[in-house]
Nanobody
Framework: QVQLVESGGGLVQAGGSLRLSCAAS?????MGWFRQAPGKEREFVAA????????FYAESVKGRFTISRDNTKNTMYLQMNSLKPEDTAVYYC?????????????????????WGQGTQVTVSS
């Protein structure tokens, strides 16, 4: 069973930055970040392949967020800059291990087997 532990959320003013981390208990392949704002459905934010060569972003965060990973630590990161109030949400990390494909980065929630507990990000205006 893969366990994912997120950290790094918090309260920040608009225009500020936060860095989220997601530590996995074992090696995983595609990893991603999703978020869910109150009253809204969970949405895709960013994903990265095990190799790091496959990266995707939601249009709403392109140019502001950067996803990365350190496979020696089984950890994924999300650097969030120029934060906006509309970025306020619970952020979830996700991982999958069944593909065993180092090149794929999945963008859909159903493609992930494991989820973190979520970390709150609040951006004040």
């Amino acid at each position: 069973q893969v366990q994912l532990v997120e950290s790094g959320g918090g309260l920040v003013q608009a225009g500020g930055s936060l860095r989220l981390s997601c530590a996995a208990s074992v090696r995983t392949f595609s990893m991603g970040w999703f978020r869910q704002a109150p009253g809204k459905e969970r949405e895709f934010v960013a994903a990265i392949s095990w190799s790091g060569g496959g990266i995707f972003y939601a249009e709403s965060v392109k140019g502001r967020f950067t996803i990365s990973r350190d496979n020696t630590k089984n950890t994924m990161y999300l650097q969030m800059n120029s934060l906006k109030p509309e970025d306020t949400a619970v952020y979830y990390c996700a991982a999958e291990s069944k593909s065993r494909n180092p090149l794929f980065a999945y963008t859909r929630a159903f493609e992930y087997d494991y989820w973190g507990q979520g970390t709150q990000v609040t951006v004040s205006s």
